[in-house]
């Protein structure tokens, strides 16, 4: 029995990384989760990074991923002006569930809280400083481990057909000083309040130490600027 609930477990995650982000496409819950570590690995933006002209943008904070997960994709639209599209994940609220015959969204609880923000080229400009001042255009080096239980800001940029990619765990970083995440923060129109960085332990999360109880708990490593699937 033991050896069957690990090889769920393990199945799992296999799935977890089977699928490739899509960004054209307006993803189920189900799909989103499929494609999550395409998604953090920024697959779509690599690819095509040195294809195009067009700088782009993802930053992804991960507030305890069972509690909080917000994400913010930039890229131009027309003109001067450039679109942040805002995703906002949290604990499934059921008293959202619609029943009602003539809607049938029985996935609305686990749909992420969209909000999109248009800012000007000045805007995008003080972002990129705000990375620049950040050091997030210089070589990486580092492993970084990013257990999904904490609290990281992972950014990745396509800058002049070059990709980045860099991540600020807490309490290594201290967020209040980080210029992005202070820039999100006031273009965020969602009313959705941040979580805020707190120590975690799956102990208190999950209210065991049985690791097999431990669902949707992975982790990811970032070598050296490049995004790896770690362990289940």
Known sequence: MLRFINYLMILNFLLLAACSYNNKEDQS???RK???????ASDDIRANCGKTVVNQFRFVYNAMYL????????EPIRGNLSRIKMKI???AELSLLEIDAKTMDFLKPWRPIKSNTDIRKIDVELLTKSLESGNFFSPNESVTRL????FYWLVTACVSGVFFQRAYLWPEYNFDDIGFIS????WDFS?????????????N????????????NFNVILDKGTLLIGSP
């Open 89 to 91: 994940t949290q604990k």
């Open 183 to 186: 820039l999100l923060k006031s």
């Open 147 to 150: 257990p999904s239980k904490d």
């Open 191 to 203: 009313n959705i309040a941040y979580n805020p960085p707190r120590k975690t332990d799956l102990f």
């Open 29 to 31: 819950p189900l799909a």
């Open 34 to 40: 499929l494609s999550w570590f395409s998604y953090l």
């Open 205 to 216: 999360i999950y209210g065991t130490k049985d690791k097999e109880k431990y669902s949707n």
């Open 67 to 74: 509690e909080q997960v917000r994400t913010y994709d930039l």
